[in-house]
């Protein structure tokens, strides 16, 4: 079987929870078949395909016409999509995120193959994306809408990411949408060694290892909902030291409100630490591993791969009871969901954003106050990522996907 998955992210150029998803699902797959990743960001150091006796994978990178220099950013990711579209070879193409819609729409009429799609989010419920895309939010919209009506299967990475679907489109044959939740690969969040060079990053940023630490990792975007934990942790215990691994601003209005939220916590309360570049994975492991607790404030989470990372660290976690982490988190179990109601204008945000901010506080408050009972939380966390989450299962389930449309195409040929 062959397949090509498209998407923006990709080694070296991982951005966020789906980059994590597409590098991870591309390894397991090419076990099984054979692969083409069809990347932005410019060609990759190796092209060439990499063979086993089960499959193969290809990397093959895309730069945006340079004809295309400072327009608008949906514009350039459409010039990039139709280069992809073009050179599509394969039996299936697998696209993810809204920035290859365009590109998996147009292959699929192009060369009269399948189109699935992946949802890690969806365009309907992030309204704030007009403050980063202008009108391109209006074209990054409709090309989502139209792949999604026509797209042959629709993979949700959570149950309540399905939901959401139905929601957002309800052209869309539910029959058409399954569910294949995110993943992680256990072996990659192992605890380092003593001399592992990961666990420089405690002294390049004067990270205290003996104060009880919270670890927030994500970007600034408003669906992560740092400024209700820049709120919230006001009415944190002072005591705790607060580690932000919190970059790539998605405009530099939220990056500026950030800053100045930052700068108000160090004046009050002083123990916070703002890593701003994306740390190498071997120092955000050995960060993880460093640290007492994770905390999740997103207001959209189709599933939140960084709770799973955390888990898989033997962090409990403190979590937004939203979209899909209440299927990874188990309140009480391993770590806390923070309750919260939200407007239904696709924005997430709280109905009553001080209630929200109290209560992330005080789920806070109370998993540093029982420091064994945190680290019981932290070790069934593990163990749910170890039993639930494994990349191998979903590497079956998604090629089992594949087949199953493929072998509906073929019947309507006959």
Request: aromatic content about 8%.
């Amino acid at each position: 079987m062959k397949v090509d998955i498209l998407t923006r992210e990709y080694p070296p150029h991982v951005y966020g929870g789906a980059g994590v998803h597409v590098e991870e699902l591309a390894k397991v797959l090419a076990e099984r078949i054979d692969v083409t990743v069809r990347a932005f960001d410019g060609p990759r150091e190796s092209e060439a395909a990499q063979h086993d006796e089960r499959g193969s994978l290809r990397v093959i990178g895309y730069d945006v016409p340079t004809e295309l220099d400072g327009d608008n950013a949906a514009i350039r990711t459409f010039g990039a999509d139709l280069q992809m579209a073009n050179d599509v070879d394969s039996e299936l193409v697998h696209a993810h995120t809204w920035y290859t819609c365009l590109a998996g729409r147009m292959a699929q009429l192009l060369h009269d193959v399948p189109l699935v799609i992946t949802a890690h989010s969806l365009e309907p419920f992030r309204p704030w994306k007009r403050e980063q895309l202008g009108g391109g939010y209006n074209l990054s919209s409709w090309a989502e809408r139209d792949a999604y009506e026509h797209a042959d299967r629709i993979i949700a990475v959570s149950g309540g990411m399905r939901e959401d679907i139905l929601s957002a489109y309800p052209n869309v044959d539910p029959n058409k949408v399954v569910v294949v939740h995110n993943g992680i690969t256990l072996a990659d969040f192992e605890t380092p060694a003593p001399d592992d060079t990961g666990w420089a990053v405690f002294d390049r940023y004067h990270i205290d290892r003996d104060k009880p630490t919270l670890l927030f990792v994500g970007r600034i975007t408003r669906q992560k909902g740092l400024p209700y934990l820049l709120q919230a942790l006001h009415f944190v215990d002072p005591d705790i030291q607060v580690v932000l691994c919190a970059g790539a601003p998605d405009t530099p209005e939220i990056g500026k409100e950030v800053k100045e939220a930052v700068a108000r916590l160090n004046e009050e309360r002083g123990n916070i630490i703002w890593i701003e570049e994306m740390l190498p994975k071997h120092e955000l492991n050995a960060l993880e591993h460093g640290c007492d607790a994770f905390i999740c404030p997103s207001i959209y989470e189709p599933l939140g791969i960084v709770n799973l990372e955390a888990m898989a660290c033997g962090l409990p976690v403190v979590a937004t009871a939203t979209g899909g982490i209440p299927e990874v988190v188990v309140d009480g179990v391993t770590g806390y969901l923070v309750p919260i109601e939200q407007k239904h204008d696709g924005t997430g945000t709280p109905t009553n954003p001080e209630r929200f901010v109290h209560d992330l506080a005080d789920a806070i408050n109370e998993m540093f106050a029982d420091p064994q009972r945190a680290k019981d939380m932290g070790k069934r966390g593990r163990e749910r990522a170890r039993d639930k989450f494994s990349w191998e299962s979903i590497a079956d389930q998604t090629v089992a996907v594949y087949r199953s449309v493929l072998e509906e195409r073929a019947a309507q040929h006959e």
